[in-house]
Each structure stands twice: as C-alpha cells, then as structure tokens.
C-alpha cells in the first residue's frame, strides 16, 4: 500500500497499517477491502471467523480472516451494537432478499430455471427470510 504524503512516498504493508489502526482505535474491528473481499487481522480474524464461521489463515506472520464484500452487511449488523442501526441493517438484507426472490420467481415464469431448481431456491429464500426476521423480532424486543 502507498500512501502519498505531501510531496514524498511512504510505503506500509497492509498489516503495519491495521497494527497502527487498532493501537489507536483497539475497540473497533478492523476490515480492509482487497478486491472483492474484506480482510481482517490478528484478533478481530478469531471474532470473525467465530461469529460466521470463517476460515483463518497465517500470512505475514499474523493470522486473518476474510469474507466477500457482498457479506459486510450481514457482518456489520451482527457485530453492531446499536440495535436501531442492527435492525435497520437487518430490513436492508430482507429487502434484499426479497428482490433475490422476484428475481427467482421471474426466472421461473420467463422458463429461465426449471422447477426443481425453482422450488430448491424457494425453499432457500424462505428460510433466509424467516431467520432474518426472527433475528430482527429478537432485536426488538431486546431493545
């Protein structure tokens, strides 16, 4: 990674960074985006990884974790701890769903995916959905 500062160049590798990050800031989980996936080092890869089940890795000497960026929602809503802002992030992923869903259904209807595979994600969608509602019940009556 290449940081320019006024007129010179500074060089840090992405783990001298997150170290510096989370001196400062050693309550908060740090996620770097690489492409297509949020990375996460040292401790916040074993809060990761055990929330979600992620896989751990070693590289550069200090262990990580990783997931797709399409993930960050359902990750920042379990990881949230204001349940306002978590019930919020939980109607954006049902809403989500629920287009997921159209789409399914109009792919059915237009002969695009047969019925096995039309009733195989049926099935798939509606227990996503009633795990995300459940989940948002659980958050408000907590709240």
């Known amino acids: 990674m290449t940081y320019n500062i006024f007129k010179g160049v500074i060089k840090i590798s992405i783990v001298t960074m997150v170290k510096e990050i989370k001196e400062i800031h050693p309550e908060n989980i740090v996620m770097i985006k690489c492409g297509n996936f949020y990375k ?49 992030l939980l109607d954006k992923c049902i809403a989500k769903i629920k287009i997921i869903d159209f789409l399914i259904n109009l792919s059915y209807t237009k002969q695009i995916i047969n019925n096995k595979r039309y009733l195989k994600f049926g099935e798939a969608i509606d227990e996503i959905v009633k795990y995300l509602i459940g989940w948002k019940k659980s958050i408000n009556k907590g709240a």
Do not use: M
């Not at 990783?66 to 960050?72: D, E, K, L, R, T």
């Open 40 to 88: 996460v080092y040292g401790k916040d890869a074993f809060i990761i990884s055990n929330l979600f089940k992620y896989s751990i890795k070693e590289e550069q000497e200090i262990v990580s974790s990783g997931f797709p960026v399409n993930s960050i929602k359902k990750v920042e809503a379990n990881t949230c701890e204001d349940t306002r802002r978590k019930s919020e």
